[in-house]
């Protein structure tokens, strides 16, 4: 299978402190990979990272085979990457269709009326198309997550970043989240999805990375890695499963 998007060595320091440190990691097309690790290990900053908020102080990444270390974040969305934000953060004063417009519209670089179509099918992708025209500020957090997720598909992407997204939902909207994201799984998009909630991931994704003071500690079978014991020492238990 071929790599849609790697990163190669990357190091990046904030003042004395190394968050990010000497880090490689690879996404298959077709793929979602799971990535794990205690507050403060780099796990954002690697998604900043990648889709160019913050750039590597060394390292590179790759992109659908091409070296995007330095391109602009909204260059790498119009490639194909759109990620979510552990915190939404809607347009409150605008309704739900409003907000996916402006991640279609911008997001891709085309007209509105070119995104209409593609907003439409990404709050039916989200299971949000029924609140399309009610003002963001009143969604529930669930609602808000899946605003998060229809903005971010709305971008039309080949490579999808979820940041704990599943953070702070009840049990039954996880589970419902849950079954969202693995339909998307069926449409071929690739995802990196870091989270807390390691049952949720354990549900979607191949493959499963831990990572502290930004450096690997374990890599492959999400089990496996979950129930190493490098990763349990990490969590002091807190993950065991």
């Given amino acids: 299978m ?9 190091t990046k320091s904030y003042g004395g402190v190394r968050v990010v ?52 974040p909204d260059q790498r969305c119009h490639a194909g990457m759109a990620r ?19 991640g279609g519209t911008y997001g891709r670089g085309q007209s509105e009326k070119a995104s209409h179509e593609i907003c439409v099918r990404a709050l039916h992708r989200a299971s949000l198309l029924p609140q399309a025209n009610v003002l963001a500020e009143s969604l529930s957090l669930l609602e808000r997550k899946r605003l998060e997720l229809a903005r971010a598909l709305a971008t039309e992407p080949k490579v999808l970043l979820l940041d704990e997204i599943a953070g702070g939902l009840t049990e039954q909207e996880v589970l419902s989240l ?39 500690i374990a890599e492959g079978d999400p089990k496996t890695v979950i129930n190493s014991p490098q990763v349990r020492d990490v969590y002091m238990g807190s993950l065991m499963v």
């Fill in 84 to 102: 979510t934000y552990q915190i939404p953060k809607p347009f409150e004063g605008m309704t739900v269709f409003e907000n996916v417009l402006v």
């Fill in 178 to 216: 849950v079954e969202t994201i693995k339909q998307l799984r069926t449409e071929g998009i690739s995802i990196i999805w870091i989270e807390h909630i390691v049952h949720a991931l354990l549900a979607v994704v191949d493959r499963l990375m831990a990572i502290d003071f930004g450096r690997l």
């Fill in 21 to 72: 440190d000497d880090l490689s990691v690879s996404l298959l097309e077709g793929e979602a990979l799971g990535v794990v690790g205690p507050n403060g290990a780099g796990k954002t900053t690697l998604i900043n990272l990648f889709t160019g908020i913050v750039h590597t102080d060394e390292g590179k990444v790759v992109f659908a085979g091409q070296d995007v270390s330095r391109r602009t």
């Fill in 2 to 10: 071929t790599v849609i998007l790697s990163a190669e060595h990357l």
